[in-house]
Nanobody, 127 residues
Framework: QVQLVESGGGLVQAGGSLRLSCAAS????????MGWFRQAPGKERERVAA????????YYTDSVKGRFIISRDNVKSAVYMQMNSLKPEDTAVYYC????????????????????WGKGTLVTVSS
């Protein structure tokens, strides 16, 4: 089991930056692939970024490539997402999610099947 708590959301103007953090507790953090998902009002939840258990593999959805950076600290049991050049369409509740993986590797799986979720943090980007 792993518990996830997000922080760092808030209100920012378009073009601004935010850094989201997700603190994990419970089982060995380095055994988990981590992801950031978001859900905007009236829209389906989508995976924004993911990082492998080793930290060497990353994934970004096309709309955030070049603007968002995902990273992790396996010593501090935390995953982060630096969000730059924010746009109003980035407004959403952002969720941290984890998936247990059997090997410490650069593997990133499909967006479905994440076994653990945080409660989310709201990001609002004003125009």
């Amino acid at each position: 089991q792993v518990q996830l708590v997000e922080s760092g959301g808030g209100l920012v103007q378009a073009g601004g930056s935010l850094r989201l953090s997700c603190a994990a507790s419970g089982r060995t953090f380095s055994s988990y692939e981590m992801g950031w998902f978001r859900q905007a009002p009236g829209k389906e939840r989508e995976r924004v970024a993911a990082i492998s258990s080793s930290g060497t593999g990353t994934y970004y959805t096309d709309s955030v490539k070049g603007r968002f950076i995902i990273s992790r600290d396996n010593v501090k049991s935390a995953v982060y997402m630096q969000m730059n050049s924010l746009k109003p369409e980035d407004t959403a509740v952002y969720y941290c999610a984890a998936r247990w993986v059997p090997y410490f590797s650069d593997y990133i799986g499909p967006p479905n099947g994440m076994g653990y979720w945080g409660k989310g943090t709201l990001v609002t980007v004003s125009s």
